[in-house]
């Protein structure tokens, strides 16, 4: 009897864990679906927030201008522009203005800006608004609403200037101009992250950089602005390309715990970006 009533006991306390442990999972998951995913830059006393995938594009046109080494004040245009025109979406169709207008920008290929295909490229679109961009003499000093029509020729001249704050807080926290300035609440990734597919999507729009992919990490040298703008890019595309940390110059991002960037040992000259394990 003794015996027998041992055997229930553990048993039932073996039940009681297993019980335990299903809830404690059950709840972190629905805690993770209840997580509101988005992005926000912040430039003084102003915030502004964007969904993941607009911030994605915004990295994309930000780091784009940083390749091609101009100012700040270029990628403001062009975010102010495309938020305009788009949404700060890739979309693959036009409006009554132009109805063969396409992609981030809404280039019209019966207005010379590229076949349909390039400017559905997010990569081509943003370098043929630059192309244009820089162009325009004195474009710097200019309000954000008369540079972005001379290059766009909008049928809505005046609507590029509401975007002007987004395009300042994105474009200076994505330039690497504003350490810090960028976060985005993401839920914890499915799927494991591939070191080298962050390597690639890097050097697509900030060309060659000094990375090296070790583990689940990427190595990258670089300092100052640069550090910043790689390391916000990172966190703007931490949800496509599972990343889960971000090390810079003494501050870390970590996407579980959701409490923006931090101060740590991270050490300067070298921006580490982690992405998930694979799960087992």
Same mark, same amino acid.
């Given at each position: 009897?003794?015996?027998?009533? $041992? ?7 073996? #039940?009681?864990? #297993? ?11 629905? +805690?993770?679906?209840? !997580?509101?995913?988005?992005? !926000? ?14 911030? #994605?594009?915004? *990295?994309? &046109? ?12 270029? #990628? *403001? &245009? ?18 009554? =203005?132009?109805?063969?207008? $396409? ?6 290929? @019966? ?19 630059? %192309?244009?961009? !820089? ?17 766009? $020729? +909008?049928?809505?001249?005046? =609507? ?20 810090? +300035?960028?976060?985005?609440?993401? $839920?914890?990734?499915?799927? =494991?992250?591939?070191?080298? %597919?962050?390597? @690639? *999507? ?8 000094? =990375? ?17 703008? &790689? ?44 992405? *998930?394990?694979?799960?087992?």
């Amino acid at each position: 009897m003794r015996r027998l009533r $041992r055997t229930i006991i553990l048993v039932l306390a073996l #039940a009681l864990v #297993a019980g335990a442990i299903y809830t404690v999972v059950a709840v972190l998951q629905r +805690s993770e679906t209840l !997580v509101s995913e988005r992005c !926000v830059a912040v430039v003084g006393s102003e915030s502004f927030e964007l969904a993941t995938d607009q911030a #994605a594009n915004a *990295s994309l &046109i930000s780091a784009i201008s940083v390749q091609r080494g101009l100012p700040p004040r270029a #990628a *403001s &245009i062009a975010l102010a522009t495309a938020m305009q025109e788009s949404k700060l979406r890739n979309i693959n169709h036009g409006d009554q =203005a132009g109805p063969d207008s $396409r992609g981030l920008f809404q280039q019209r290929p @019966s207005q010379g800006w590229g076949t349909e295909a390039q400017v559905m490229d997010p990569v081509y679109a943003t370098n043929a608004f630059y %192309d244009g961009l !820089v162009k325009v003499p004195g474009y710097e000093a200019m309000e954000v609403t008369d540079a972005a029509q001379l290059v766009q $020729r +909008s049928a809505f001249p005046h =609507a590029y200037a509401q975007h002007e704050g987004m395009g300042r807080a994105y474009a200076s926290a994505l330039t690497g101009h504003s350490d810090g +300035s960028l976060d985005c609440t993401l $839920r914890m990734p499915e799927t =494991a992250g591939d070191p080298s %597919d962050v390597e @690639s *999507s890097m050097s697509t729009v900030f060309g060659a950089v000094a =990375a090296d992919a070790q583990g689940r990490t990427v190595q990258v040298s670089a300092t100052g602005p640069q550090a910043w703008a &790689i390391a916000q890019w990172a966190v703007a595309n931490a949800k496509s390309l599972a990343v889960t940390q971000v090390d810079v110059e003494g501050h870390t991002w970590n996407r579980q715990d959701r409490k923006g960037w931090q101060a740590s040992a991270a050490a300067a000259g070298t921006v580490t970006i982690t992405v *998930s394990a694979p799960t087992t």
